[in-house]
């Protein structure tokens, strides 16, 4: 059975922001809406113990915080009012209510609250002209958790990850219908199935050639299988997410990848996004398909793009080291671990690069 700390932490991840979005909308003040809602929680916090969880967790916390609010505003008109009384009396020069400071963030609020922009939850109309968007942000924050950045972080940040899922899913929700949020889904969820192999014991970021398939997230690589189904059966052409979906449902599909699948669906892909960055892991697919010397050629015509790039010269020092050019691979592996940050992959790129020099 779930306890209240628990319903109070999964509340807080569901509901925070629709509280907050909620009472924005009613009452216009962004400050007034997120003030409610914390002591809508701090109200749960000493509540939920003893008289224990309502049943719908999400409409006790809005209806209280409105109470909140509603209190705070009158609150607020009473002492406004006293105020104004003050300065008849003293004849004092206004004095400005609402101090602003120099948070950024506050600045922005202002600015809304004095162009009388409205909060407006978005309507079902709205949705798919900003779905290019919010696609693009899910995407970027599941990276961050996939490959977090900076040395001092942790390798791969299930946090982002497990939160950039449960938005996808909630977009899949709202737009069951539509190819790129069912295709962002799948997506993730292919690729964070393979999460529990992808770090070694030894803090080594592990290849998906290397990586033991046993440990793979079977729940999740079927739902991912199951989406991608879905959409190729309904007929449509797919998009760039559905296309990245179909490559990681291929990666995970048998014992052994099936490249020559991968490089068809990478030139399926190139018709839509010829970025340097698609070019090269379909250069990664090719070698695999066809051998090194190919595969080196499509990646060394890509340096001018991506010589700021680490994952080019990680992959360029990989292809060297198989094709037995230890000098070269060296001074590639070098170039990568001058741009990478992941301690996961460095640790890994670290190895590869001594492995290559002469003991």
């Known amino acids: 059975m ?18 907050v979005a909620t009472l924005a909308k009613r009452f216009g003040n962004l400050d007034i809406a997120e003030d409610a809602a914390a002591d809508a929680f701090a109200s749960a916090a000493e509540h939920w113990p003893a008289e224990g969880i309502p049943p719908r967790p999400g409409a006790w916390l809005t209806a209280t915080a409105t109470r909140k609010a509603i ?80 040395p001092d972080s942790a390798p791969v940040r299930e946090d982002l990850t497990g939160e950039a899922i449960r938005l996808a899913r909630l977009l ?13 889904l799948a997506l993730m969820l292919l690729t964070d199935a393979r999460r529990p192999a992808r770090v070694s014991s030894a803090g080594e970021l592990m290849p998906l050639g290397e990586q033991d398939r046993g440990q793979w997230d079977a729940e999740s690589i079927a739902e991912g299988h199951a989406l991608v189904r879905a959409r190729l059966a309904s007929g449509m052409p797919p998009g760039r997410y559905q296309l990245l979906a179909a490559i990681n449902a291929v990666h995970t599909d048998g014992d052994a990848t099936d490249w020559t699948q991968v490089v068809a669906l ?13 070019r090269l892991n379909r250069a990664i697919a090719v070698s695999e398909r066809d051998g090194r010397e190919p ?33 070269e691979a060296a001074a590639a592996y070098d170039a990568a671990l001058a741009l990478a940050s992941n301690t996961a992959e460095v640790a890994y790129l670290t190895r590869q690069r001594d492995s290559t020099r002469p003991g």
């Open 2 to 19: 779930i306890d209240a700390h628990d319903a109070l932490t999964r509340a807080h991840r569901d509901e925070w922001a629709r509280v």
């Open 295 to 327: 595969g080196l050629a499509l990646v060394d015509a890509l340096r001018p793009e991506l010589e700021s790039y680490h994952p080019y010269h990680a992959a360029r020092a990989e292809l060297l080291r198989r094709l037995g050019r230890p000098a």
């Open 172 to 184: 899949h929700q709202l737009l069951p219908d539509d190819g790129e949020a069912t295709g962002m």
């Open 71 to 150: 209190d705070r505003i009158r609150r607020e008109s009473s002492r406004d009012a006293r105020h104004r009384e003050a300065q008849l009396v003293y004849d004092a020069d206004p004095e400005p209510l609402g101090a602003i400071d120099d948070d950024r963030i506050t600045r922005a609020k202002s600015k809304i609250a004095a162009a009388g922009i409205p909060y407006r939850v978005p309507g079902v109309e709205d949705l798919p002209g900003r779905l290019a968007g919010v696609l693009t942000v899910l995407f970027l924050i599941f990276n961050e958790g996939y490959l977090a950045s900076g």
């Open 266 to 278: 990478y030139d399926h892909l190139l018709r839509l996004d010829r970025s340097p960055i698609v």
